[in-house]
């Protein structure tokens, strides 16, 4: 009889061999982190804000594709633990050329995309800690910040 060890380590070599071995072997991150990472990404494509990648501005549908696949890339990987390991890992500089991703809303200044997700997961993480002021809090803070139209 072959053992359970040897079953699982020969479908992994073989998943390996095919190139899916370390997306198959990992779990998903927390629920928590999901809904976070979920509400930063629709934070960002509802913003209407613009994404500054590698030289060139992108619209905000474009920019929450982007950090969605990399947010996807990490998650198969089981490097997505938490939305902070998203806004690091994923969000904040272009794993090709290493340059900081920018976001610029309603013709203000840059900011970068650190900065601006860790405002809107705070302003999201308060939210969800009082419930009763979120449906008003979120547009007007928003909209004072600038951040979102």
Partial sequence: ????????????????????????????????????????????????????????????QKASAHLRDKYNALAALGRAATAMDFIEEAATKSSMSGRPYLIRCAGGAPVTTNQWLREALERYRRCMSSPNTCASWLRQDAQEAGHFT
């Fill in 1 to 60: 009889m072959i053992g359970r060890a040897f079953l699982g380590g020969a479908l992994g070599v073989a998943l390996i061999g095919l190139g899916v071995g370390p997306f198959i072997a990992t779990a998903a991150p927390p629920t928590v982190a999901q809904g976070e990472v979920e509400y930063l990404l629709s934070a960002v494509a509802g913003s209407g804000c613009e994404f500054y990648r590698n030289g060139e501005w992108y619209d905000s």
